[in-house]
């Protein structure tokens, strides 16, 4: 390959002029595997993380094969939320600048909370690719404001968040009403056993293209601080005094918790902004714009919002409470040391937690056990190392209790003398068991 590893995949010259303009040397390792097969009309199902260049992996194809003098709708975008879409949308017309095709390709973003009406009108004139949410797009073609049965590709993209928001029925009536023979492209982070019934029902034989699973950047750091009785917040702001983050994302596993944890920082001095599904729309674009000027430091959230919404430049996730599956640590963490760059998360932990922490480590992951006091980093000991020590501490124990002579005749307090002998015969067998050591 020469200089630019994108030569291989034989784009039209003005794709090449993008990828300059775009700085891409070396496709991202779901660029390579998908870009060919895309540029081949194949449907594909493509499963990776968030931040491994998947948009531009269909944009750039998608863009190679536009036909200028079809003024027709040629290929769909969809996205679980407003947020997304717009990104998304961003990043078209990104390419159409770079392009130098302004006038040329027209694109249009359907979304939520803007005017219909203006959009119908605009729509008058049909877009060569459009991009937005399902719901609204789905309404504008049930009032004959656009039609998308030209569209010779469709792009299901963050498939599992769409399928968890509820919105895979607007993108059923939508293919319902696209060509049978339609280019399914459908990205997805991970595969729900709901989706696979979607996809058998549109796709005879996809190709899947699944990245090997990475379940983290490889410049993370992961610490994890044990709970032990304290309040999370009070955990948080000793954190705050050991890191000086760009911008850290404090995951909650609920609205609840989000909105009662962001109140405490509040109060406590932090510059926190919030973020969860329960806002709406209008105060999410506010926060967003807060989050993009630097207003905030710390950021709380809820999965659901931070799946659905790129936030730029996090220098550190803190999980105020670890989620319940590894799935959801792996989307939580890939928020930060985004391409190539360092990013550190930092979970809080009880005992429950232990069993998804195993599971982790057990897929290679290397957590830190760390404390933090007065704004200090101090090491600590693993939970194995303290479950090796509590077995141990019980073995003696019981070990103690068996080496106490019963007692011939019960007379008072004997209860109590019997507790003395174990206690001695147990601080005899620590004794030993250090000495063994």
């Known amino acids: 390959m020469s200089q630019n590893q994108f030569e291989s995949f034989h784009f039209k010259p003005i794709m090449y002029d993008v990828v300059e303009g775009l700085k891409f040397r070396k496709p991202t390792e779901i660029q390579e595997k998908v870009i060919p097969k895309v540029l081949k009309g194949q449907s594909i199902i493509g499963q990776s993380s968030t931040g491994s260049g998947k948009t531009h992996a269909y944009l750039l194809p998608l863009f190679n094969q536009i036909k200028v003098s079809k003024r027709q709708v040629q290929f769909v975008i969809t996205a679980p939320t407003r947020e997304l879409a717009t990104q998304i949308y961003d990043e078209v017309r990104k390419i159409i600048k770079l392009a130098n095709q302004e006038g040329s390709w027209i694109a249009k973003l359907l979304v939520g909370g803007t005017d219909k009406q203006k959009m119908i009108e605009k729509l008058k004139e049909p877009p060569h690719i459009v991009v937005g949410t399902p719901g609204r797009i789905l309404d504008l073609v049930k009032e004959d404001a656009i039609c998308i049965y030209s569209a010779e590709a469709f792009v299901i993209d963050e498939a599992d968040l769409m399928l968890d928001l509820g919105f895979i029925n607007d993108v059923d009536q939508l293919l319902i009403r696209s060509k049978k023979d339609i280019q399914l492209l459908v990205f997805s982070a991970t595969i729900p056993q709901r989706l696979e019934h979607f996809f058998r029902k549109y796709l005879e034989n996809p190709v899947y293209v699944k990245l090997a699973d990475q379940i983290s950047p490889e410049k993370m750091e992961h610490r994890l601080i044990a709970v032990k009785h304290r309040e999370e917040a009070d955990i948080i702001i000793e954190i705050s005094k050991a890191i000086n983050p760009y911008l850290a ?189």
């Open 249 to 437: 994302i404090i995951f909650t596993n609920g609205k609840e918790q989000a909105n009662e944890l962001s109140s405490i920082l509040i109060s406590k001095g932090l510059d926190v902004g919030l973020i969860h599904g329960g806002l709406t729309p209008r105060e999410r674009k506010r926060v967003l714009k807060d989050i993009q000027n630097l207003k905030f430091q710390y950021v709380v959230a809820t999965d659901l919002a931070a799946r659905g919404i790129n936030i730029k430049g996090v220098s550190h996730v803190i999980n105020a409470q670890i989620p319940k599956e590894e799935e959801f640590y792996i989307h939580r963490v890939g928020r930060t040391a985004r391409a190539g760059m360092e990013g550190t998360a930092i979970s809080l932990y009880q005992e429950d937690d232990l069993t998804l922490i195993k599971k982790l480590e057990e897929k290679g992951l290397h957590f830190t056990y760390v404390d933090v006091r007065n704004g200090e980093w101090k090491e600590a000991k693993s939970w194995n190392e303290r479950h090796l020590r509590t077995k141990t501490t019980t073995n003696i124990e019981k070990e103690a209790w068996k080496r106490v002579p019963k007692a011939k005749k019960v007379k008072p307090g004997y209860k109590k003398k019997m507790k003395q002998q174990q206690a001695s015969i147990k601080r005899q067998l620590t004794k030993k068991s250090k000495y063994k050591k």
